[in-house]
């Protein structure tokens, strides 16, 4: 490389592009020409530095380890503050994107110019505080921006929390509980209780998306929209039969209506999503219930979620296993249809993994081993078994971050002495 192209280069650059003509010669006497090859790292985060560099022909990626920060090509200036402030660390890594040729400034042979010639030093303060001007307006920008996305996302909660249920079926004989704690702002867990068929049968729904964040949230409403409204339609259809007798009788395990609703439920949910978003790859583990007060049988379906415990005072009475594969991932999927038995005295509890999953400290789980223990301790309403659970996940994780969705739906038979 000349002197003269070195010189352009250098004049080019938005670190010199108003610097007197006498000071870039100057400095073009002292740089050294370097270069790095595509992939080649030439300095990580942390790193002491002692030079700084002016891009001459290729291009860079400033980055902190997968985060990709910037990329800068020809005329772009890094490495500047780590060189002129003593014992300060690189605050980037720099990765070459193509081969490079860089134009090195030493901080001895800088220092020792600015020491003779005042007017670099001048340039040098007048560029930095134009730098430190633009870095104060970009955050400040960004600054409304990121407000101006919590309030939206704060809006987007309070829509999404609308999707879960404000109160849940209060009947003689029995109770319903719930626990909901979302990890994020917005939520992949959703549950669900609602009557139909006269009020007599309640649907029963507990359901886990795939992922984190935002998208998880869409697709949970999706997911939980598709799931009650089938329901519900379903019930509908019930009601618009012409023989009045069979109208009034609500549908149980024992007829084919609960077995036909929730599959139907279940089969037009999982079609919908694998088949019109298969590219997203999004899918939902789901327990599904449809639980008769006169008679407590439940019939149930369980597409790859968490087994339900089933439980009384003498401890835990059954699992409620899968029947079925996730939802949204495989068209066509068969779900099957099981039948379980809610007596007097017995309470039901679905749970997300965030329970079992949840992590303290050290990085351990909760684990099934010790949820289940708490199943073992005699009688107690569904509430009681709700706030027991939380409360030992609490000790449990102490200060730990929350990673997933807590959620736990509870039913409880309960003996007719105690209503």
């Given at each position: 490389?000349?002197?003269?192209?070195?010189?352009?280069?250098?004049?080019?650059?938005?670190?010199?592009?108003?610097?007197?003509?006498?000071?870039?010669?100057?400095?073009?006497?002292?740089?050294?020409?370097?270069?790095?090859?595509?992939?080649?790292?030439?300095?990580?985060?942390?790193?002491?530095?002692?030079?700084?560099?002016?891009?001459?022909?290729?291009?860079?990626?400033?980055?902190?380890?997968?985060?990709?920060?910037?990329?800068?090509?020809?005329?772009?200036?890094?490495?500047?503050?780590?060189?002129?402030?003593?014992?300060?660390?690189?605050?980037?890594?720099?990765?070459?994107?193509?081969?490079?040729?860089?134009?090195?400034?030493?901080?001895?042979?800088?220092?020792?110019?600015?020491?003779?010639?005042?007017?670099?030093?001048?340039?040098?303060?007048?560029?930095?505080?134009?730098?430190?001007?633009?870095?104060?307006?970009?955050?400040?920008?960004?600054?409304?921006?990121?407000?101006?996305?919590?309030?939206?996302?704060?809006?987007?909660?309070?829509?999404?929390?609308?999707?879960?249920?404000?109160?849940?079926?209060?009947?003689?004989?029995?109770?319903?509980?719930?626990?909901?704690?979302?990890?994020?702002?917005?939520?992949?867990?959703?549950?669900?209780?609602f009557e139909v068929s006269s009020g007599r049968n309640v649907a029963l729904v507990l359901g886990d998306v795939c992922d984190k964040g935002i998208g998880a949230?869409?697709?949970?409403?999706?997911?939980?929209?598709?799931?009650?409204?089938?329901?519900?339609?379903?019930?509908?259809?019930?009601?618009?039969?012409?023989?009045?007798?069979?109208?009034?009788?609500?549908?149980?395990?024992?007829?084919?209506?609960?077995?036909?609703?929730?599959?139907?439920?279940?089969?037009?949910?999982?079609?919908?999503?694998?088949?019109?978003?298969?590219?997203?790859?999004?899918?939902?583990?789901?327990?599904?219930?449809?639980?008769?007060?006169?008679?407590?049988?439940?019939?149930?379906?369980?597409?790859?979620?968490?087994?339900?415990?089933?439980?009384?005072?003498?401890?835990?009475?059954?699992?409620?296993?899968?029947?079925?594969?996730?939802?949204?991932?495989?068209?066509?999927?068969?779900?099957?249809?099981?039948?379980?038995?809610?007596?007097?005295?017995?309470?039901?509890?679905a749970y997300s993994d965030g329970v079992t999953e949840a992590v303290n400290i050290n990085a351990d789980q909760f684990g099934e081993g010790r949820l289940l223990?708490?199943?073992?301790?005699?009688?107690?309403?569904?509430?009681?078994?709700?706030?027991?659970?939380?409360?030992?996940?609490?000790?449990?994780?102490?200060?730990?971050?929350?990673?997933?969705?807590?959620?736990?739906?509870?039913?409880?038979?309960?003996?007719?002495?105690?209503?």
């Amino acid at each position: 490389m000349t002197a003269d192209t070195i010189y352009k280069d250098l004049r080019l650059s938005l670190l010199l592009e108003a610097t007197p003509d006498s000071v870039v010669n100057k400095l073009a006497e002292i740089v050294e020409i370097t270069s790095i090859k595509a992939g080649e790292t030439l300095f990580e985060k942390g790193d002491q530095g002692n030079a700084m560099y002016i891009i001459s022909s290729g291009e860079v990626r400033a980055h902190e380890g997968d985060l990709k920060l910037s990329l800068l090509g020809k005329g772009r200036v890094f490495g500047e503050m780590a060189t002129l402030a003593e014992n300060e660390v690189r605050s980037a890594s720099i990765t070459a994107e193509k081969d490079c040729t860089l134009l090195r400034l030493e901080r001895d042979a800088l220092f020792d110019l600015m020491s003779r010639e005042p007017e670099i030093a001048k340039t040098f303060i007048h560029v930095l505080c134009q730098r430190e001007k633009n870095f104060i307006q970009d955050v400040t920008k960004h600054s409304y921006e990121v407000r101006a996305f919590e309030r939206e996302l704060e809006i987007g909660r309070k829509i999404q929390a609308g999707f879960l249920p404000k109160s849940l079926p209060q009947e003689p004989g029995w109770e319903f509980a719930a626990h909901f704690r979302a990890a994020r702002e917005v939520a992949g867990d959703f549950y669900d209780a609602f009557e139909v068929s006269s009020g007599r049968n309640v649907a029963l729904v507990l359901g886990d998306v795939c992922d984190k964040g935002i998208g998880a949230a869409l697709f949970m409403t999706l997911f939980r929209s598709l799931i009650r409204a089938t329901l519900i339609s379903g019930d509908i259809m019930n009601w618009a039969k012409t023989d009045a007798e069979l109208r009034d009788q609500p549908f149980n395990i024992e007829t084919p209506e609960c077995s036909q609703s929730l599959n139907t439920a279940a089969c037009l949910a999982n079609n919908y999503i694998a088949r019109t978003h298969a590219k997203d790859s999004m899918f939902a583990s789901m327990f599904l219930g449809m639980l008769n007060l006169d008679t407590g049988s439940l019939c149930y379906l369980n597409a790859g979620h968490e087994a339900p415990v089933i439980f009384n005072r003498e401890g835990i009475k059954r699992r409620l296993d899968p029947t079925g594969p996730v939802v949204g991932i495989f068209p066509g999927a068969n779900y099957g249809i099981e039948q379980a038995q809610l007596n007097p005295g017995d309470c039901l509890i679905a749970y997300s993994d965030g329970v079992t999953e949840a992590v303290n400290i050290n990085a351990d789980q909760f684990g099934e081993g010790r949820l289940l223990s708490l199943f073992e301790r005699g009688e107690r309403s569904a509430q009681d078994t709700l706030e027991e659970v939380i409360s030992q996940l609490h000790d449990f994780t102490g200060d730990a971050e929350q990673f997933d969705d807590i959620t736990l739906l509870g039913v409880c038979n309960v003996p007719q002495d105690k209503t």
